[in-house]
Structures are given as structure tokens and as C-alpha cells.
């Protein structure tokens, strides 16, 4: 054999072998995603979930039996009219008609009430794994967050939702029931006339569902093909106008126009063959039940012809045989977002079995701060096993001291406050408030005792004082008019003319940076934390507007034990304390002119920075 078919072979084998294993676990997702799903709908507690199922399922079977014994009515009506047979219960052909009406009538009604009473269990299903999610979300690390996108997050949340929601309805409401009127039907067939009624509804149904599910399962490769390609567009154009500037300096509008047209030329062509794959999928269904119906209605006609079976019988037939074919139409539909809701929820209940990296010890107290004494004991710590960024740091912030931690980009700076927040959990060594180790009280405790302004303070899109509140829940007016005073910011707020309720836009974007770090000063103020952690608080702004912050975090710096890890040294000269960081460990530690006077690395660091900022008022 030829080394290049060798090859081909090998490479088809492989690849089914693939699709194989992927359909396999999807299979297993799927099955686990149900599991994990019957909890909600069954529940232990509370009794009136459970109470809910059983109404919603009665009403489903008397309405499906309503809704099967419907054409027997209505060929008793044919019957009465053509002088055949004996009227059922003695009605008459008007009375049939009525009553077939009102079965029509009670069978949609049944309908509607297992709706309206399975309506509450569904929603409060949907609304417990929501908030199960989104708590779950925030339980995990921020090590998870920083590798994965929000907006990405909030997506599966929002398709796992929608995926239990069509599951609740489809499988529930729609599989199931279509089965149920099957079987019901076939029974009929089967007894009320004979088994070669039977052997074709079910011949027809068999190639039906067979039909529908492969033509779907190749429609589904299809779409997602499209999805791609549609996406792939999608984000070439909006990548294209989010660099607007950048496409007018170098006159890229005809470039980008091509790059756009060649992405939509995919989507085109992907388009067109889901199209026509539609279009043939729903000629061969309909092939499929029109044969199925016409070889059933021969088979009544031939009956009626002999003279065993009436007008109403074949009216019945064809009746039963509608009945039992209108749902069927949206099987393809069905089967394929099924499908697609199993692998939404999938992604939604990986999530939830993402193990939170940091977690609180069984009946861990609640942390205790008497001073506000913060210790650092041979701290070692690394975002991967491969890369250490903190090796073996020694560092004690007394109560009511001002340290400040500076040094180069790298040297571990931002890590020390992320570890005493514990965003992580330290590798070696502790860290300390009051000598209680961070790890053996509760997470919520430990944050609430730290206050921290970050370099670039993120705002909630609501007003200013929905902002400034966020620091304390429960907060009052007057405690919020107080922290933004003493964050320096209420003069300014009250010269808006919307005052606190002034929207701040996403991000906080309609407020300068000046202001928005004033508000998060405010925010901090009214938490009242016994422990400050300044993260870089003003390098982010200009000189002018750093100098009127620095007066504001002076003040909330009052009375508190605070640690700033700082990029400007000017902005820190007066700290009680500077601890000098290099490569992840202590290289220097003193006050401004100790260190100084030292000639080392601060002063070497000093003498830098004097340099650029008389290079740029030069």
C-alpha cells in the first residue's frame, strides 16, 4: 500500500477515532447534567416543589388522554351524520359536535394549568442554580478570574439558564407528552383496529425520527461552522472600529473593508449550506409522514370499502394520524437545541465544579483586630510552582504605622498586598494580623478589616452615592456626605447638578481620575477598616491632581495601621517606614533620610526619579 493512503487511512482512523471519544463525553455530560439538574425539580425541601410535579404531571396525563379520546368523539359525530353506528351516549350528531368542542377546549386547558402550575417549580429551579453560579463565581480565586474573560463567564451562566429553562419545557412538556400520545395512539390502532395500522404508524415514526436525527446531526456541524465563521466576522469588525484611529492613520479602510468581506464570504457559504440542509430536511419529513399518512388512510379507505369499518373510522384515522404528526415537525428543531442546551448547561455545571482555590477552615472564627499589628513571617509564594515572586519575606507593620513597600516592577510589591487580602494562599511562611494567622480565620473577616484603594478605582455604573455607600451596607445619608468630606470630593459633588445621584457611567468613566480615586477614598473612609493597604494609589495620576489626593489619603490614613506600596517615592518620604523590595525579597528598610543617607538601592531609586521629573518640567 502506497505510503501517502497509509497515511490518509491512519489520519480517518484517528479522527473518527476523536469524534468517537467526543461523543462520548458529551454523552457522559449530558447524563451528568441531568443528574444534576432532578435535585432542583425534586427537592427535599421544600415539600410544595415536589407537591407542584406531581399536579403538573397529573394534569399532563389527563390532558393527553382528553386529547387522544378527542377523535373518537368526533367520528361518533360522522357517524350520527352519515347514519352509521350508534350515537356514543346518546347525543346526537349536535351533541357530539359540542362535545367535541368542549374536549378540544378541556384538552388545551389542561394544557395551560400543568403550565401555569409547573411554572413556579421551573422558575425557582432556574433561579437557585443562577444564584448558585454567580456565588460560586465569586468564591474563586482570583487566579481563575484573571485567565478568564467576564464577559465569557457571564455567557455561561446566562446559556446554562436558558439551556434548563428549554430542557424544563421541551423534555418535560414536549418529548414527553409526544410520547405519551405514541403510545396512547398506538394502542388504539393496534386494538380499535389491527396491527398492520400499528406496524405502519410505527415504521413511520421509526424512519421519521431516524431521519430527523441524522440530517440534524449534520445540520449541527453546519451551524457551527457558520457560528464560527459569523463570530470570526463579528469580531473582525468590531476589532476593525475599536481601532478607528489607528485604521485612519495608516489609511487602512480599504484593507480592513477586505479582511471584513473575506470573513462574511465564509459566513456566506456556510449560510447557504444550512440553508438548504433545512430545506431538505424538512422535504424528506415531510416525504416521510405523507407516505406514512397515505398508507394508513389506504388501509382505512380499504377497510370502509369492505364495509368493517365506517366514515367516522376514517375519519378518525386521519384525525389521529394529524394529531400525532404536527408535533413531530418541530422534533429536528427540538433534538438540536436539546442538544445545545445540554452542552450550555455542561459549561454552566463545570463552573460550579471548579474547586475554589482559597477556602476557610471547617468552623473557622472570624478574625479578631485589637491593634492592627500586621506580620509577615518568611513569606514565600509563587503564581506558578516554575516562577517564585516572593522568597522568604520577614516584615512586621506595627499598630497605627505607616509602612511603605517600594522597588522596581517584579520585586513583589503588588503580590504582598494581594497575599494579605488573601486573594491567595501563601506557599510558605504566614502572614499575620494580631497573630492570628490569615488562613486559619474566615475569608469575609479578613476583608472586612482591610481597606484598600487600588491604582485605578473601578465604579459600578450607578450614581455617586450608590458608589460611595458600597463601602458599608445599611449606610445613611449623613455618614456618606461625611466620608466625602473627608475624602475631599463633597464640594464637587454638590456642584453637579444631579449632586450624589449623578450617574458615573461604566467604569466610573464620566469622572476623571482625580475623582474617581476621591470616591473610592470616600468608599474606603465610610468601610472604616482598621488596616489600609494603599495599592499604588496615585501613580496613575498627573502631579497636580496627585498633590490634592495625597491630602485626602493623609486623612483617611489617620488612627489606622497602613501600608503603601508605592511607584513615586515623593509620595511616600514621610512614611514611618520604608521597606525596600528587590527580586522578591527585603533589600533595605528605614526611614526616607536613613536610607538616604545609606547610599543603596532607595537612594539610588531616588536619585532616578529626581532626575525624570527635572528631565520633564525641563
Known sequence: MPADTTAA??????????????????????????????PYLWPKDPAWVRHRVVWAMATLILGKLIAVGTPMIYKGAVDAL?????SPLMLGAVGLTIAYGMARLLSVGFQQ?????????????LRMLALETFTHIHRLSLRYHITRKTGGLSRIIERGVKGVDFLLRFMLFSIGPLLLELLLVAGIFFFVFDVWYLAAVVVTIALYVWFTFAVTEWRVKLRRQMNDQDTDANQKAIDSLLNFETVKYFGAEDREARRYDAAMEGYE???????????????????????????VMVLAAMGVQSGNLTVGDF????????????????????????????????????????????????????????????SFDNVKFGYDSERHILKGISLTVGAGESVALVGPSGSGKSTIGRLLFRFYDVDGGAIRIDGQDLRDVTQQSVHDAIGVVPQDTVLFNDTIRYNIAYGRDGATEAQIIEAARAAQIHDFIASLPE??????????????????????????LLKNPPILLLDEATSALDTETEHEIQGALSRAAEGRTVITIAHRLSTIADADRIVVLEAGEVVEQGTHEDLLARAGRYAQLWARQQAEEEDDVA
Open 9 to 38: 487511512a491512519a489520519a480517518d482512523e484517528s479522527r473518527e477515532s476523536t469524534e468517537a471519544n467526543l461523543a462520548r463525553a458529551e454523552r457522559r455530560s449530558s447524563l451528568r447534567t441531568i443528574r444534576k439538574v432532578v
Open 82 to 86: 352519515s347514519g352509521e353506528g350508534v
Open 113 to 125: 394549568l400543568r403550565d401555569a402550575i409547573f411554572a413556579r417549580v421551573g422558575q425557582r429551579a
Open 269 to 295: 457559504t456556510a449560510a447557504i449550506k444550512t440553508a438548504t440542509s433545512l430545506a431538505f430536511l424538512n422535504f424528506g419529513q415531510s416525504l416521510l409522514i405523507t407516505t406514512g399518512l397515505v398508507v
Open 315 to 374: 375519519v378518525m384515522v386521519n384525525a389521529y394520524m394529524i394529531q400525532i404528526t404536527m408535533p413531530l415537525n418541530f422534533l429536528g428543531t427540538v433534538y438540536r437545541e436539546i442538544r445545545q442546551s445540554l452542552v450550555d448547561m455542561g459549561q454552566m455545571f463545570d463552573l460550579l465544579e471548579q474547586p475554589a482555590e482559597v477556602q476557610d477552615k471547617p468552623a473557622a472564627p472570624a478574625l479578631a483586630v485589637k491593634g492592627g499589628v500586621v
Open 499 to 524: 449632586g450624589y445621584d449623578t450617574a458615573v457611567g461604566e467604569r466610573g468613566l464620566k469622572l476623571s481620575g482625580g475623582e474617581k480615586q476621591r470616591v473610592g477614598i470616600a468608599r474606603t
